[in-house]
């Protein structure tokens, strides 16, 4: 039940948050155009202003909320905490707004936060900027800080700069290089300063753009080519992670998916990649199995268990110690190809170590010596395998 509710429950948090977020911004669009009557006593007895900025707020908090919800889809906890905040705003936009769907709207807010809510656990991975992606933010808000602070302390020498808010205004439409020559400089003195307020501003807002939103399109372009992207493995948890490829595998895969177990695949093989891909219910990740970087994102921390069952000892090794290392209490299978090499794989890490070589070669040899029930053990042995990888929930 607890499984189920962290693989399915999720996914309709994400869901609800959606819908509410499309709602949101076709309530507020249908506010802004409309203009009906109000539909709630008490909206009648707000100013006109107010209505008319709840369809605008309300068109902004709904796209603010896909944002959120594009977050949850990645399992992250600031779209959790960003949801929360979201969602009842957007409640009490629909409570003002005088369109149909208004009432639709609180109510969808509200049954999507008590998903959200619900579904806390499920949403714990933090936000993972880097420096450059940090420092590229810190740029903007900094730059924008700066001709805000500038034009509003230089009000005397711009027109139409009287407010706070005309200072801003004229910070948005210098980055954004719009540039509507309502506000201009009127010395020169505030030429130097609108100078060096359009430079910084452009060349900030440039640099944001390609670091917060290159990492996106080259996620789309590796997923083209057959790469796994983050958003493929997002929600994944109590899944089976299977390092590397080869013969073992297959049969392996072919369980997996009998067992509708969730599962993800990392090898560094991008034709093994793009064949795998092609076969439904199949999650693959192109990466070296033994670094650490691929294994924290297939998201080893909250795996079920990890196998090793590849045609090389050495790189399952490396593997396995990997594995380890990112999760002590991870259970991890291992296949030793070579028989001699079963107990280096325990020592690497692997709670069980198999040697199907081995396995294969003693039921071989008792039925050569004329053992009639070495077939019936290798049934029972396949039976037992597959009756086990029935219940994927079991608790052992």
Known sequence: MERWRQRFGG???VLLVGAAALFSIVTGIGGIITRPTPRLPFVALLPDSVVVLAGFTGA???????????????????????????????????????TVIGPVL????LIALIAVVINRSVFTTELD?????????????GSLGYSTAGAFALADDFTNIVTITDAVYFSVVTASTVGYGDVTPTTPLSKWFAMSALVLNVAAFAVALGVLFTPAIEARLTNALG??????????TDHIIVLGHGELTEPLIDELIAADVDFLVVTPDEAVTRTLREREGV????????DEEPLE????????????????????????LTARQLNPEVNIVAAATDRENVNKLKRAGANTVISPASIGGHLLVESALGDENTEAIAERLLHEGTSGSDDPGRDD
Request: glycine share 6%; aromatic share 4%.
């Open 11 to 13: 996914r309709i948090a």
């Open 60 to 98: 902004l908090t709904g796209f603010a909320l896909l944002i959120a919800a594009y977050g949850l889809r990645r399992g992250l906890r600031a779209g959790w905490y960003a949801a929360v905040v979201l969602l009842p705003l957007t409640a009490v936009q629909g409570l003002v707004a005088s």
């Open 106 to 109: 609180v109510v969808l807010s």
């Open 129 to 141: 900027l880097t420096t450059t992606q940090w420092a590229s933010i810190a740029g903007l808000v």
């Open 227 to 236: 790469r796994m992207t983050d958003s493929d493995i997002d929600l994944l």
């Open 283 to 290: 999650r693959v990740l192109t990466a070296n199995p033994s």
């Open 297 to 320: 994102r297939a998201k080893v921390a909250s795996a079920r268990a990890v196998v090793a069952a590849t045609n090389n000892d050495a790189e399952d090794a490396l593997a396995i």
